[in-house]
């Protein structure tokens, strides 16, 4: 992973679901990146290891991504654009997931917002949801992965 991190064509993403460390979630295990992925490359690889620099990171994390899936309104801060924004401690961004207790939130996210609403307000969920489906231009391509919705 540390040398793959160093990659400029190398773009950062997750397929892990989202679960509440709640509840019947509790029930299943989960791979600690599920929690910690994106917190983990800031803090252990761009802060800890400086294998690559913040602002490229960042870019690995939001416009290159969202280039590569086709997405034109998303990954920058345009006029236009889905107004979702992440805003993090970058001396204290830290995954804590681990694969004998892998249900544990990252710390140092500050706040985020999810199409121009606050989600996360000083480290807190705030109870909104203005999440929605992102569809790239390759969706209902392949008529063997066809879902309804």
């Given at each position: ?8 064509w190398m773009s950062f993403g ?136």
């Amino acid at each position: 992973m540390a040398k793959l991190v160093t990659l400029p064509w190398m773009s950062f993403g997750s397929d892990a679901s989202s679960q509440a460390p709640q509840g019947v979630f509790l029930q299943s295990s989960t791979h600690p990146r599920a929690y910690g992925n994106f917190a983990r490359l800031l803090g252990k690889y761009v802060r800890d290891e400086r294998r690559v620099p913040l602002v490229e990171a960042v870019r690995r994390l939001t416009t290159l991504p969202a280039s590569n899936l086709g997405l034109n309104d998303r990954g920058a801060l345009k006029v236009g654009y889905a107004a979702d924004l992440a805003i993090f401690d970058p001396r204290t961004i830290a995954d804590r997931a681990t694969f004998a207790k892998p249900q544990v939130y990252a710390v140092g996210m500050r706040h985020v917002f999810v199409n121009g609403v606050q989600v996360l307000r000083d480290g807190e969920h705030t109870g909104a949801t203005p999440g929605s489906v992102v569809r790239g231009p390759g969706y209902g391509r392949c008529g063997a992965l066809r879902t309804s919705g």
